[in-house]
């Protein structure tokens, strides 16, 4: 997922995996109706989603 600035918001594992691989281009979801502390808790939420077993 990016922002309306295409800053990347969550996915960096996932990018970092499909650069080792050589993968040029990704598909991306891009979010524009959401504030920064949306941003934010959806970072900590897919960060959180990632800890679990």
Do not use: F, W, Y
């Not at 960096?12 to 891009?30: D, M, N, W, Y």
């Amino acid at each position: 997922m990016i922002d309306k600035d295409n800053n990347l918001v969550i996915g960096h594992c996932r990018l970092e995996a499909a650069k080792s691989l050589g993968i040029q281009e990704v598909p991306t979801l891009r979010i524009e109706n959401l504030t920064e502390q949306e941003i934010q808790a959806l970072r900590l939420a897919d960060n959180k989603l990632n800890e679990s077993e």
